[in-house]
């Protein structure tokens, strides 16, 4: 079975936020290649909620995939848009899906946290 790595996301309210990791595998470590994949992740207040709190795909530009770097930005949001959160937090796990729209996997998972702002307009 694939690792599937744990990551906590803070996301300060009114800040840009995205996460970058580069997924590396073998020995000695190599970037995965990534070019033709796509990925999907969600915020959801627990795992089995119906209700989603966010999604960022590569589709809606809140994932980025660095092709033979083997990087993912994710999460990627505004200061506006994370003014905007009005949930305290969650879960959320991230999928990668290869080219040949068979092969999925999950990468990583974790907590989410939200700060409050107290510098705002």
Known sequence: MAAV???KLTILKGSTFSQLVTWKTGDPA???DLTGCTARMQIRSDI???DVLAEF???NGGIEL???DGTIRYGIMTAT???AIDWEGGTYDLEIVFADDVTVQKKI???VVVVPEVTRD
């Open 5 to 7: 790595f744990k990551v």
């Open 109 to 111: 998972k974790g907590a």
């Open 48 to 50: 089995d909620s119906p």
């Open 57 to 59: 795909t590569t589709e």
């Open 81 to 83: 848009e994370t003014a």
């Open 30 to 32: 190599t970037p995965v």
């Open 66 to 68: 660095g092709g033979t």
